[in-house]
């Protein structure tokens, strides 16, 4: 998908009003197919630190999921564990997948 950064930006800030980033205890944002910053020299982290602000849980960011190649698929309702620090790096669990898989 092409994600401009004035689409970006106001996608984010949208989901931001909505309330949907509080509550959470992480965000994995996947990586934009082709990212357009329409000469700004911004990067799409630089987006989501200025719309976010500091968050008291990890965010993963340019993950390969989503519109991308290669692409992971985490279904929603998928019930996840995150970590992530800087002396053990980032990891990403499946513990529950949404689907049904005895059909």
Same mark, same amino acid.
């Given at each position: =998908?092409?994600? *401009?950064?004035?689409?970006?930006? &106001? ?8 309330? #949907?980033?509080? %509550? !959470?205890? %992480? ?6 197919? !082709?990212?357009?910053?329409? @000469?700004? @020299?911004?990067? /799409? $982290? ?10 008291? /849980?990890?965010? $993963? /960011?340019?993950?390969?999921? %989503?519109? *991308? $190649?290669?692409?992971? =698929? ?15 790096? #980032?990891?990403?669990?499946?513990? &529950? @997948?949404?689907?049904?898989?005895? /059909?």
């Amino acid at each position: =998908m092409n994600a *401009t950064i004035d689409l970006e930006e &106001r996608n984010l800030n949208t989901l931001k009003i909505s309330g #949907v980033f509080e %509550g !959470v205890k %992480g965000l994995i944002f996947g990586k934009p197919e !082709v990212y357009n910053n329409k @000469n700004s @020299n911004l990067e /799409y $982290i630089d987006i989501i630190k200025e719309v976010l602000g500091k968050k008291d /849980y990890p965010i $993963i /960011y340019n993950f390969d999921c %989503g519109h *991308t $190649i290669p692409s992971l =698929m985490i279904l929603q309702d998928s019930l996840l564990s995150l970590k992530a620090s800087d002396k053990e790096g #980032v990891k990403v669990e499946i513990l &529950r @997948n949404s689907f049904i898989d005895d /059909y």
